[in-house]
């Protein structure tokens, strides 16, 4: 089983060039990883690259998709810019491109030194990102899964 796993992770951690429905994109670097899915920096652009092995993946990166364009247009929410599926060595993906951000949470808090005022307008930032989005959470019946993929969409600047 784990050799399966790995062989299908070995296509994913390559870069690739492969056209959606707004534009072509040249993958440059390998930003994350988990287990299925990777998010990759792209001229400007971030893309997560799901790895589509059953109904249920497809359906939960349709649901992502939903979501996403269901989200309100705010400067602390990542902007998606283009989705769709792809077929990289007979395997589907489906992509999903958006807003890069300069920098995630984890990052910034592991690498700024904070002050009382930045931790401050680090919480704003989060709080008026998810103010815009409350409306949303009622709509899914995965409410666990949804809050935890907000860590994508909220932007700190």
């Known amino acids: 089983m784990f050799k399966c796993l790995s062989r299908k992770l070995e296509i994913a951690n390559r870069p690739q060039i492969y056209r959606l429905s707004k534009g072509k994109y040249k993958e440059e670097e390998l930003i994350d990883a988990g287990g299925y899915s990777q998010i990759w920096k792209c001229e400007?652009?971030?893309?997560?690259?799901?790895?589509?092995?059953?109904?249920?993946?497809?359906?939960?990166?349709?649901?992502?998709?939903?979501?996403?364009?269901?989200?309100?247009?705010?400067?602390?929410?990542?902007?998606?810019?283009?989705?769709?599926e792809v077929k990289i060595q007979n395997k589907l993906f489906f992509c999903i491109?958006?807003?890069?951000?300069?920098?995630?949470l984890q990052a910034m808090l592991t690498q700024e030194m904070l002050t009382e005022r930045r931790i401050i307008e680090i919480f704003k930032q989060i709080l008026d990102g998810l103010e815009s989005q409350r409306f949303e959470v009622g709509k899914h019946n995965d409410q666990t899964r949804y809050l935890q993929d907000m860590r994508f969409w909220v932007s700190i600047k």
């Open 44 to 84: 400007g652009f971030a893309i997560k690259r799901m790895l589509i092995h059953s109904q249920e993946t497809y359906l939960m990166a349709k649901q992502e998709i939903n979501v996403m364009k269901s989200l309100p247009e705010h400067p602390n929410i990542v902007k998606l810019i283009d989705y769709g």
């Open 97 to 104: 491109v958006m807003e890069l951000c300069e920098m995630n």
